[in-house]
Structures are given as C-alpha cells and as structure tokens.
T-cell receptor
Framework: GAVVSQHPSWVICKSGTSVKIECRSL??????MFWYRQFPKQSLMLMAT?????????EQGVEKDKFLINHASLTLSTLTVTSAHPEDSSFYIC????????????FGQGTRLTVV | GQQLNQSPQSMFIQEGEDVSMNCTSS?????WLWYKQDPGEGPVLLIA?????ELTSNGRLTAQFGITRKDSFLNISASIPSDVGIYFC???????????FGTGTRLTVIP
C-alpha cells in the first residue's frame, strides 16, 4: 500500500509554544490529506481535511486558528498546534491515499504531543 | 460526526481461537475498511471492501461487506499473540472523502 510518513513521532513542548507536525506521502501525490486526533483508549476523531493549494476544511468544534493546516505541495501537509496548552496533549495522526476508492486509507505513524 | 457501533469492545481469547467482531452504522456506506492499531502507532489497513456482499480475505483475516450496506464484520482465524491490538472499522458514504470510525475492539490473545 501507499506510504504515509509523519514527523516527529513524539514531541514535548512548553505551554504557550507552537508545534509543527509534518505529514508526507512518500510514493504518491495526495491532493487531500486528513488530520485526526486520538485520545487514550478512544477512536480517531477527524479534525480537518487538508486540501493542496487551498484552505483546509475543519470539523465542527475544531478551532482553525488553534490548529493551523498548510498543504503547500502534493506530498506534504503540516499541522501546527499554536499556543499549545496541556489539554492539547494527544496523539495526532494524518492519513492520505490514492485513487477514488481509497482517498484516505493510509495513515502515518502518529505524533504523540505532550504539553507541559 | 457519525461514529460507528463496533462490538465487542474488548476480547480475551486463547491462542488458536477464532475471533469475530462487527460494525454497524445508521447510514449506508459504499466502502468499509478494517484497521489494526498497535500502541503508539498509526492504524494499518488490513482489508478494504467496496461492494455489498463482498467477502475478502487477507491471510487469516476475512471481512465481509454486509448486504444492507450498513454493517461489516471481521474474522480472525487461529489467533496468534501478534494479533493483539485494537481493531477499528471505518466506513465511507457515497460521494464523501472522509471516513467514519468505529469505537474499536481491543483484542488480547493469551498464549
């Protein structure tokens, strides 16, 4: 299957700082990527859909100014958690895919964010 | 967004036993996907289903797309310790790009 790479795998930051997470499609081009958040022992919750060359589409309840998404190329989307607080600590995962049938089937390794 | 009902929530089984889990939705899907997630990792796609009634295997795993298009199940035969993890179903509505995820089934295999 297609390979999606996420970086970093984990990050610890101080409250008030910003953190950038990268999501890359390694062997295919992805006009659309998806960002999820996962709390311990819970399922994945879609945060936003990242569209190459245009604004991201955010799910209800997700602050777009808090979670900045940039999809500047067909192989890279970034999620920046701005002015992070402890409640932003979570596991963030991106996904992407090829073709009409699997537009978001493949996931990155995830990023564990801890805000102290 | 919609969350799919997945059951059971957790299972403890002996190595060698078969496992069955299922997922139901309130709306019709045109795609069903099954994933396995290990701790601290992203989900890994196991099986993808695209047609009602479709039955697809991947090694010891078999999944079916329900004929009502509102459910799917996953079977694991002859479980082994490395099957331990959380299994998620996911579905996609016609014309949509985003996936809805099930609540997950946590599988523990006792050697």
């Amino acid at each position: 299957g297609a390979v999606v790479s996420q970086h970093p795998s984990w990050v610890i930051c101080k409250s008030g700082t910003s953190v950038k997470i990268e999501c890359r499609s390694l062997d295919f081009q992805a006009t659309t990527m998806f960002w999820y958040r996962q709390f311990p022992k819970q399922s994945l919750m879609l945060m936003a859909t990242s569209n190459e060359g245009s604004k991201a589409t955010y799910e209800q309840g997700v602050e777009k100014d808090k979670f900045l998404i940039n999809h500047a190329s067909l192989t890279l989307s970034t999620l920046t958690v701005t002015s992070a607080h402890p409640e932003d600590s979570s596991f963030y995962i991106c996904s992407a895919g090829q073709g009409a049938n699997l537009p978001q089937a493949f996931f990155g390794q995830g990023t564990r964010l801890t805000v102290v | 967004g919609q969350q799919l009902n997945q059951s059971p929530q957790s299972m403890f089984i002996q190595e060698g036993e078969d496992v069955s889990m299922n997922c139901t939705s309130s709306s019709i899907f045109n795609t069903w996907l099954w994933y396995k997630q290990d701790p601290g990792e992203g989900p890994v796609l196991l099986i993808a289903l695209y047609k009602a009634g479709e039955l697809t295997s991947n090694g010891r795993l078999t999944a079916q797309f329900g004929i009502t298009r509102k459910d799917s199940f996953l079977n694991i035969s002859a479980s082994i310790p490395s099957d331990v993890g959380i299994y998620f179903c996911a579905g996609r509505e016609t014309g949509a790009n985003n996936l809805f995820f099930g609540t997950g089934t946590r599988l523990t295999v006792i050697p």
